[in-house]
C-alpha cells in the first residue's frame, strides 16, 4: 500500500473516535494487551511518563518531552488527536514518525489486525510502543487518550502518572460528573507508583486519594507545592509569558520565560515541575538550564501547534483548541483582556459536545463566523448559528472552515482580533497552520 492507501485503511476500516465519535470508542484493554503480546510487548522495554487529564494532558506532555529532549535525553512522544499529519502522533526528539515506517508496520501487522479486529487508537497504542522500543527511546511521554482506566495506552508500567485538570468532558462515556470523571482519569494510578495531580480540585480531591491509597502509591497534589505567577502582563502579540516560580513560597525560578502563552498553562505548569522532581529523584539528570530553554522553546522542542497560537498580527490572529466548558473559559478570559476595536470569532463544534455551557460563555458582542470541520462528527454550521442565536450570538454562515477563515481576516481591520476555534478540527484546518 501506498502511504495514503495505509492512512484510508487506518481510518476506514476501523472507526477512528476522532472521526465519528462513540461508534469508534472500544474500552478496554484486551485488545490492545493481544496487540503488543504479538509484537512482543514493546512497552515493557520502555521507561514512561503517562499523562491523563480533561485539560492541560497535551500541552503537559509536550512540555515534559521538551525538558527531557534539552536535558539530552532521546524522547518519544505520543499524543493525540493529530492536527495536519496522522504521524504527528509519534515523534522521536521532535520528529514525526516517517510514513514509510507507518506503511511498512500496517503490511507487517495486516494479518494481526483481521484476526484481533482492534479499533483505530489501539492501533496508534501498539504503533507508538513498537517504534518508540525500536527507536530504543531514553523515556516515552505517553499522552491518555480518553479517560485513562480502559484507554489503551493503561497497559504500561510507567515510572510516575500525571493527571492534570478534571472537567465535563466525553460525559457519554466517561460519566456525567467531575467525580465520576476523575475516577476514570485515576485509573491510570499503578501500584507503588508515584502519582502527580496538577491541580488540587475540592470536587475530586478524594477521589484521588482513594485510589493511591488503595494502590500504594505515592501522591502528589503539585499547586500545594508550587506556583506560578505573572511577572508582568504579556502584551497581546507576546510569544511568551515571564513567570515567577515558587516552591513551597520560596522562590524557585524567577524570570521564567514560558513560550506557551495561554493563562491555563500557569495551572499546567505546577504539575510539569512537581514530575521533573519526581524524574530528578529517580535519577534522571536535568539542570536548570534546561528547564529554563526547554520551557522557553517548547514549540521548537516538539512541534506542539494549536494552544493559543498566534497566526498574525494588525489583525491579531489567534487560535486555541480549548473545545470544552473549561477550556472555552479561559479563552474568553484571556480575550477579554485583549485591547480591540472588534472581536471576530470563527467558531464550529462537533455534535457530542454540550454546545449550550459553551456558547453561554461566549461574547455576545462578538461577530461570529459559523463553520463545520470536514468530519462526520461536526455539527453542522447552520445548527450552530441557530443554537448560538439563543444565546445572543449572531453572525454569518459560511461551512466550510476555511472560509469562516477567510471572511473574518477579510473583514478585521488593523486593531481588530480574529479568534479561531470551539473544536480541535477547526483549528487543524487553518491553512497556515
Known amino acids: 500500500m501506498t502511504y495514503q492507501q495505509t492512512l484510508d485503511f487506518l481510518y476506514q476500516q476501523l472507526p477512528m473516535f476522532q472521526r465519528v465519535g462513540e461508534a469508534g470508542y472500544k474500552p478496554g484493554l484486551q485488545r490492545t494487551e493481544e496487540l503488543a503480546a504479538a509484537m512482543g510487548n514493546p512497552e515493557r522495554r520502555l521507561r514512561c511518563v503517562h499523562v491523563a487529564g480533561t485539560n492541560g494532558k497535551g500541552s503537559s506532555s509536550n512540555m515534559l518531552a521538551a525538558v527531557l529532549q534539552a536535558a539530552g535525553y532521546k524522547v518519544g512522544l505520543y499524543t493525540s488527536p493529530h ?73 504500561i508500567r510507567p515510572l510516575v502518572s500525571l493527571i492534570t485538570n478534571i472537567s465535563l468532558d466525553h460525559q457519554n462515556l466517561l460519566g456525567d460528573t467531575l467525580p465520576l470523571i476523575a475516577a476514570e482519569k485515576a485509573g491510570i494510578i499503578k501500584p507503588g507508583i508515584p502519582a502527580i495531580i496538577s491541580q488540587t480540585q475540592p470536587e475530586v480531591a478524594d477521589v484521588f486519594r482513594l485510589k493511591a491509597e ?55 505548569l505546577p504539575g510539569v515541575l512537581a514530575t521533573v522532581d519526581e524524574l530528578r529523584r529517580q535519577g534522571f539528570i536535568i539542570s536548570e538550564d534546561a528547564l ?60 457530542d459536545k454540550d454546545v449550550s455551557k459553551m456558547l453561554s460563555q461566549l461574547p455576545p458582542e462578538a461577530t461570529y463566523y459559523f463553520c463545520q470541520a470536514n468530519i462526520p462528527r461536526a455539527l453542522p454550521a447552520e445548527e450552530l448559528a441557530a443554537k448560538a442565536a439563543a444565546f445572543g450570538l449572531f453572525g454569518a454562515v459560511y461551512g466550510p472552515v476555511p472560509a ?10 488593523p486593531d481588530d482580533v480574529v479568534f479561531i476555534g470551539g473544536s480541535t478540527f477547526v483549528v487543524a484546518e487553518i491553512e497556515e497552520l
Open 83 to 155: 492536527l495536519k499529519e496522522f504521524t504527528e502522533r509519534i515523534k522521536v526528539n521532535g520528529q514525526d514518525l516517517d510514513p514509510d515506517y507507518l506503511v511498512q508496520w500496517v503490511a507487517k501487522w495486516r494479518g494481526l489486525f483481521d484476526e484481533v479486529q482492534p479499533s483505530f487508537f489501539e492501533m496508534c497504542v501498539a504503533l507508538c510502543f513498537d517504534y518508540f522500543a525500536e527507536q530504543q527511546v531514553d523515556v516515552a511521554v505517553v499522552e491518555v487518550g480518553l479517560g485513562g482506566r480502559l484507554d489503551s495506552t493503561n497497559i
Open 292 to 351: 529554563r530553554q526547554s520551557l522557553r522553546d517548547v514549540r521548537r522542542f516538539t512541534g506542539f501547534k494549536g494552544r493559543w497560537t498566534i497566526l498574525g498580527r494588525q489583525p491579531l490572529v489567534v487560535c486555541d483548541t480549548g473545545h470544552n466548558e473549561a477550556g472555552i473559559r479561559f479563552i474568553t478570559g484571556q480575550l477579554a483582556r485583549l485591547p480591540y476595536r472588534q472581536l471576530h470569532f470563527v467558531l464550529g463544534v462537533v455534535q
Open 214 to 268: 488503595a494502590e500504594g502509591a505515592p501522591l502528589l497534589f503539585a499547586d500545594a507545592h508550587f506556583r506560578a505567577e505573572l511577572r508582568q502582563p504579556p502584551a497581546p502579540d507576546d510569544a511568551t509569558q515571564q513567570l515567577l516560580v515558587l516552591r513551597n513560597d520560596d522562590i524557585y525560578l524567577d524570570n521564567l520565560e514560558l513560550g506557551l502563552v495561554g493563562d491555563y498553562q500557569r495551572l499546567n
Open 404 to 413: 469562516a477563515v477567510a471572511a473574518a481576516r477579510a473583514a478585521a481591520r
